[in-house]
């Protein structure tokens, strides 16, 4: 059974104007207090109330067939109805201030996960964690059902990428170029690697001039461990505020000591790390691009290799390895991926190693030419 989703007062309202009986529906985080004489004598059925606010003549109204789920006392949204963005995250960032960090909401989170214990939690905190996990994995399956599977490209790498290190910019024009070419781009969401995918996403429908200057500003604190990290990324944020390209940041706040990068115009921040890293590997379906990255990107190169030999999700997607140097000498990764391969003890690699923005996208449309592209955007 499939269950519509009422996620807005405005649908709510339109919902019970033409309605006599409503059934199979999902409310979440909706008021029906101003809804009384509109709700009153109308039947409802199987429907899901999550995190609603409910008065108690219309409980009782409701049948044991419908299913109500409460709200109770947190820190942090039990129910989100939609993904995070950089404005609801670091909702209350005043720019020349870096310490008001301490005060938005993705600081308060983090601060009460912390504060009650990040794996030893009672279990009315763990069970507040999973219907938070929940809600935002169904947004972000809303979100990406609007998308082209194939047209999902993840970029892997190392948070303790440098702002000045040249991979770092290079990072970026790979990512508005893709994101140009119709290409969603997502990461874990982070620093590093990760911020510069978006960075890239946001400055798609500028120039590359400007991109370069948006990486000259953000050079002033070159790592996530500098006090000014955020700062840096809100000035440009305030000289260049919009952008017409989406990209989808998947963090998470058991890493919650490096911000999310608020380039990402879409946020699934999660508390369960592991549902976190399982998504951006399932998610990107168009392939995966490894840039410079240390054990957390080794990690995802193998669950990577994994899902493709198995075919997990019915076909095999491109591995691209961004760095030659990198990914052959200091991380040698690559050479034996390859050798498995040809002998036949992992099948189904789609295997690429470069240092040229020209093949990656070789590597991408050889995979899904564009005229196979589909009808969704």
Same mark, same amino acid.
């Given at each position: ?5 009422? !996620? ?21 985080? /909706?008021? $029906? ?10 039947? $409802? ?18 049948? *044991?067939?419908? @299913?109500?789920?409460?709200? $109770?006392?947190? &820190?942090?949204?039990? @129910? ?6 950089? =404005? ?11 310490? *008001?960090?301490?005060?938005? @909401? ?16 009672? %279990?009315?905190?763990? +069970? ?38 040249? *991979? ?9 170029? /893709? ?25 798609? =429908? ?43 940041? %998947? ?26 890293? =399982?998504?951006? /590997? &399932?998610?990107?379906?168009?392939? +995966? ?23 997990? /999700?019915?076909?095999? *997607? ?5 760095? !030659?140097? @990198? ?27 470069? =240092? ?22």
């Amino acid at each position: 059974m499939q269950y519509q989703e009422i !996620e807005s007062q405005e649908a709510l309202k339109s919902l019970l104007k033409d309605n006599p009986f409503i059934k199979h529906k999902a409310f979440q985080g /909706l008021d $029906f207090i101003p809804f009384e004489g509109l709700i009153k004598n109308k039947k $409802f059925h199987d429907c899901l109330f999550m995190g609603c606010n409910l008065s108690s003549e219309f409980k009782e109204q409701l049948d *044991s067939d419908n @299913y109500i789920f409460p709200l $109770f006392k947190t &820190t942090f949204k039990l @129910y989100p109805n939609k993904l995070y963005t950089g =404005d609801s995250l670091f909702d209350n960032y005043q720019l020349g201030d870096p310490n *008001s960090y301490k005060n938005t @909401y993705d600081k308060k989170v983090y601060d009460h996960f912390t504060e009650t214990n990040f794996f030893k939690a009672n %279990i009315k905190e763990t +069970l507040g964690r999973a219907l938070h996990d929940h809600s935002i994995a169904d947004a972000m399956n809303d979100f990406l059902a609007t998308k082209d599977e194939k047209k999902v490209i993840g970029m892997m790498g190392g948070h303790n990428l440098s702002r000045n290190d040249p *991979s770092y910019q290079k990072v970026a024009h790979i990512s508005r170029e /893709l994101t140009i070419d119709g290409y969603l781009m997502i990461s874990g969401g982070g620093p590093g690697a990760m911020e510069a995918t978006h960075l890239g996403a946001w400055f798609a =429908d500028k120039t590359a001039k400007e991109l370069d200057e948006a990486i000259t500003i953000l050079k002033e604190a070159p790592s996530y461990k500098d006090e000014q990290w955020l700062e840096m990324c809100m000035r440009v944020l305030d000289k260049y505020p919009t952008t017409n390209h989406q990209s989808l940041g %998947i963090p998470t706040w058991l890493y919650g000591h490096e911000p999310p990068t608020p380039f990402a115009t879409h946020i699934a921040k999660f508390f369960d790390n592991s549902i976190r890293e =399982d998504a951006i /590997l &399932t998610i990107a379906k168009g392939g +995966l691009i490894f840039a410079p990255g240390s054990a957390g990107t080794i990690q995802e190169i193998f669950q990577d290799a994994t899902q493709n030999h198995y075919l997990t /999700l019915g076909y095999a *997607s491109p591995m691209i390895f961004f760095g !030659e140097n @990198y990914w052959t000498k200091e991380r040698p990764v690559y050479p034996l991926l390859k050798e498995l391969n040809e002998a036949g003890k992992y099948k189904n690699l789609l295997l690429t190693i470069t =240092d040229h923005q020209s093949e990656i996208k070789e590597a991408l449309l050889n995979f899904y030419p564009e005229e196979e592209w589909g009808n969704i955007s």
